[in-house]
């Protein structure tokens, strides 16, 4: 790595490493415990290195471009007193981990949760999250996607405002709190999935051109000027952004990474930074002796972003797949197709079920042209599929989580058509008990006027969407408080119902191997008039079948079970009787072939081998 420290453990010795190419000098600046100023030697390729002796964990330093002024660390572990103060050294060797049996989870075995360490619990930090984690062992929850925890401004902030991609947010517990959390998800048999954030830095990122090119203007993004990859000095950007991934899986223990927009970043190098990151990646998987996942956030809707780099791939094991949500949410709450205006009909969703990509080629109105590729045939764990996410909610006026969106029956249906998918599950936390809670934009920035700024601009943003009403203050604490889940909640009324249907949704899906299995080529959609899509799917032997009906009209159907050579049986019904979560009756409902079965209006029926 050509920039951060390493601290030798045990020996009260560590090496100072910081890039700045076009630096003459660089003073290695120590505050704490007692003041010391360091020349450092500059090397060939522009990193300045300095090995100091009588030096203990606990240390708070700065660096000083050209002797000029204290700046922290870009590649700091931990920022203490917030984005404006001196970085600390932190010797990661000293925590104790109780995960040495810990071997990770197959990506295709995975219900993952996302959640926002300062939201998902009252005390807002990592530690105050852990005696949660039992709720989502019992819920079939096996691995928790953190929103970004790496050091932003101020002390609140959905975290995609970074700016220390090393550093672990200090009002959520720094290194020590995310160590513990880790440590105590996997002792639960909970992955670790960590979102981060490549593609551009913060308010108050411009320090980093203090010590080199980091920013290019050959390439545009929405934050201003993009991430140098491909320009001149750009090896000392590359190896910091391609080296961070290292970072959190040898030091933090973590599973997987999700990387946000990652069409924001621009490389067009021989070797992309994707390659390069990638082969890193790869080499630290066979020494840790664990997989070692990369997850994509694209909106490019291109197989490429999966494919091997020797095929000219990005190398991702999987990516969000945002026209599943589109597809069936714009059919639940159709009022709301401003936002999506280019999905809505029932085929579409067949398509997200059949191929992935819902466009895939054709003419987009909302882009003004021929938009994506087709992903049919690619396996179905290759994508994460989802009915709900921070960005669904946050970017709305009101926050509105979809259980403020939809009425129960449709929840219900919501739920089973994403969890009965041949893709990953991810729920948005809340949601497994349909939390009214909502889940605003919010932001603690030191510089007012910044805020406001930004509140200005995401009101035009609504606007355009005719989105109603004033957006809450950013800025304001009782913003990001009235977003804190209440998870007592799940214990009563209707609540409790929608948490009793998820589990049997998910415990459902752990045990059929039809609905574990992502080969897609399984897979074949009818539809029935305008508003029941039925699809069938089949293990790869085509010995057993399920069928999955999916009325989302307020109308009663009905179908002729086919002749399969067995009995049918009703594995599930999203209009099953249910009081304060307990089931009525578990009837067995068995069906000969050729028999006509009711489908109710708004609702999800799973139909399976009698057995």
């Known amino acids: 790595m050509n920039t951060g420290i390493h601290y030798y453990s045990g020996e009260s010795r560590c090496r100072f490493t910081v890039w700045a190419p076009l630096r003459e000098r660089m003073v290695l600046h120590i505050i704490h415990p007692e003041e010391q100023k360091l020349e450092m030697k500059k090397q060939k390729d522009g990193t300045f290195i300095l090995e100091a002796?009588?030096?203990?964990?606990?240390?708070?330093?700065?660096?000083?471009?050209?002797?000029e002024k204290d700046l922290a660390d870009p590649a700091s572990h931990f920022q203490p007193e917030g984005t404006n103060g001196p970085s600390e050294i932190v010797d990661h060797k000293t925590y104790q981990w109780n995960d040495h049996s810990w071997k990770g989870i197959a990506f295709k075995d995975l219900i993952i949760y996302e959640l926002h360490i300062g939201t998902f619990s009252s005390g807002s930090t990592f530690e105050s999250a852990i005696p949660l984690l039992d709720n989502l062992v019992a819920t079939g929850i096996n691995a928790v996607e953190l929103m970004p925890v790496a050091q932003f401004p101020g002390t609140r902030n959905w975290g995609y405002d970074v700016l220390f991609p090393y550093?672990?947010?200090?009002?959520?517990?720094?290194?020590?709190?995310?160590?513990?959390?880790?440590?105590?998800?996997?002792?639960?048999?909970?992955?670790?999935?960590?979102?981060?954030?490549?593609?551009?830095?913060?308010?108050?990122?411009?320090?980093?051109?203090?010590?080199?090119?980091?920013?290019?203007?050959?390439?545009?993004?929405?934050?201003?000027?993009?991430?140098?990859?491909?320009?001149?000095?750009?090896?000392?950007?590359?190896?910091?952004?391609?080296?961070?991934?290292?970072?959190?899986?040898?030091?933090?223990?973590?599973?997987?990474?999700?990387?946000?927009?990652?069409?924001?970043?621009?490389?067009?190098?021989?070797?992309?930074?994707?390659?390069?990151?990638?082969?890193?990646?790869?080499?630290?998987?066979?020494?840790?002796?664990?997989?070692?996942?990369?997850?994509?956030?694209?909106?490019?809707?291109?197989?490429?972003?999966?494919?091997?780099?020797?095929?000219?791939?990005?190398?991702?094991?999987?990516?969000?797949?945002?026209?599943f949500h589109h597809s069936i949410y714009v059919l639940l709450n159709p009022k709301d197709n401003i936002r999506y205006k280019d999905f809505g009909r029932l085929e579409q969703l067949a398509k997200a079920y059949t191929d992935g990509f819902v466009h895939s080629g054709e003419y987009v109105e909302f882009r003004k042209r021929r938009y994506g590729a087709s992903s049919a045939g690619i396996s179905g764990e290759k994508f994460v599929a989802f009915i709900n996410n921070h960005d669904q909610c946050g970017n709305r006026i009101g926050g509105e989580t979809l259980s403020r969106l939809l009425d129960f029956d449709r929840l219900k249906l919501a739920a089973a058509a994403m969890l009965l998918a041949p893709y990953i599950p991810m729920l948005f936390m809340g949601e497994e008990y349909a939390s009214d809670r909502p889940f605003f934009f919010f932001v603690d920035y030191a510089n007012e006027e910044q805020a406001k700024t930004i509140s200005k601009v995401r009101q035009e943003e609504f606007s355009k969407v005719?989105?109603?009403?004033?957006?809450?203050?950013?800025?304001?604490?009782?913003?990001?408080?009235?977003?804190?889940?209440?998870?007592?909640?799940?214990?009563?009324?209707?609540?409790?119902?929608?948490?009793?249907?998820?589990?049997?949704?998910?415990?459902?899906?752990?045990?059929?191997?039809?609905?574990?299995?992502?080969?897609?080529?399984?897979?074949?959609?009818?539809?029935?008039?305008?508003?029941?899509?039925?699809?069938?799917?089949?293990?790869?032997?085509?010995?057993?079948?399920?069928?999955?009906?999916?009325?989302?009209?307020?109308?009663?159907?009905?179908?002729?079970?086919?002749?399969?050579?067995?009995?049918?049986?009703?594995?599930?019904?999203?209009?099953?009787?249910?009081?304060?979560?307990?089931?009525?009756?578990?009837?067995?409902?068995?069906?000969?072939?050729?028999?006509?079965i009711t489908i109710p209006a708004l609702s999800a029926l799973l139909y399976g081998r009698y057995k």
């Open 466 to 596: 005719n989105a109603a009403g004033e957006m809450p203050n950013p800025i304001a604490e009782e913003t990001f408080r009235d977003c804190i889940l209440d998870h007592e909640q799940r214990r009563k009324g209707k609540y409790r119902v929608m948490h009793e249907w998820y589990k049997k949704l998910i415990s459902l899906r752990k045990k059929n191997s039809i609905l574990k299995n992502f080969n897609k080529n399984n897979i074949r959609t009818q539809l029935i008039a305008e508003d029941v899509l039925i699809i069938y799917r089949k293990d790869d032997h085509a010995f057993d079948h399920i069928i999955i009906f999916l009325n989302l009209s307020e109308n009663i159907h009905s179908h002729i079970l086919p002749d399969y050579g067995f009995i049918w049986c009703k594995l599930l019904d999203s209009t099953d009787p249910l009081h304060d979560g307990e089931k009525c009756e578990d009837l067995i409902h068995t069906h000969e072939p050729g028999d006509e």
């Open 167 to 323: 550093a672990v947010q200090h009002s959520y517990g720094g290194p020590e709190g995310l160590k513990k959390f880790v440590d105590a998800c996997h002792q639960k048999g909970i992955a670790v999935i960590l979102d981060v954030v490549y593609n551009h830095l913060g308010p108050g990122g411009d320090f980093f051109s203090e010590y080199g090119p980091y920013f290019t203007d050959r390439y545009h993004c929405p934050w201003g000027d993009a991430i140098n990859l491909d320009g001149e000095w750009s090896d000392g950007v590359r190896d910091y952004f391609s080296d961070n991934p290292l970072h959190w899986f040898t030091h933090y223990h973590i599973d997987a990474l999700r990387l946000d927009a990652m069409h924001t970043i621009f490389d067009n190098g021989a070797v992309s930074v994707w390659q390069l990151m990638h082969q890193k990646i790869q080499a630290l998987q066979q020494d840790l002796g664990r997989h070692l996942y990369m997850i994509a956030e694209s909106d490019l809707n291109s197989p490429r972003i999966l494919r091997h780099p020797e095929y000219g791939g990005y190398g991702f094991d999987a990516q969000w797949l945002d026209d």
């Open 53 to 67: 002796s009588e030096i203990e964990p606990g240390s708070k330093y700065y660096f000083m471009p050209d002797g």
